[in-house]
């Protein structure tokens, strides 16, 4: 089993950064990802990264960066020029499956979540 750990998240001005870390213990997983939720939405998918490949949602393109740190398997997601619209809770995820991504269903661990508020 994988047990995930996560930190980082608060509030920032919008155009603001922030950074999330999310560190996996047990069985290293193949893929993991980050996802986020408001009470007005469902959970979607951000970014995610599988063998060292990441992929973006379209929220997140050209402004956040998923990294990792093989190493420690910890996935870290650095986000720039926050808007209001990514205020949520983010969830990091892991999975054994190869190439899940962005499926949601194919994340069997997943985090407590942390929040980020983007708000003058």
């Known amino acids: 089993q994988v047990h995930i750990v996560q930190s980082g998240g608060g509030s920032v001005q919008p155009g603001g950064s922030l950074r999330l870390s999310c560190e996996a213990s047990?069985?290293?997983?193949?893929?993991m990802a980050w996802f986020r939720q408001t009470p007005e939405k469902e959970r979607e998918g951000v970014a995610a990264i599988c063998s060292g490949n990441p992929n973006y949602s379209n929220v997140a393109m050209g402004r956040f960066t998923i990294s990792q740190d093989n190493g420690k398997n910890i996935v870290f997601l650095q986000m720039n020029k926050l808007k209001p619209g990514d205020t949520a809770v983010y969830y990091c995820?892991?999975?054994?499956?190869?190439?899940?991504?962005?499926?949601?269903?194919?994340?069997?661990?997943w985090g407590q979540g942390t929040q980020v508020t983007v708000s003058s």
């Open positions: 995820a892991a999975t054994h499956e190869s190439w899940a991504y962005l499926r949601e269903d194919l994340y069997s661990a």
């Open positions: 047990g069985d290293i997983p193949n893929c």
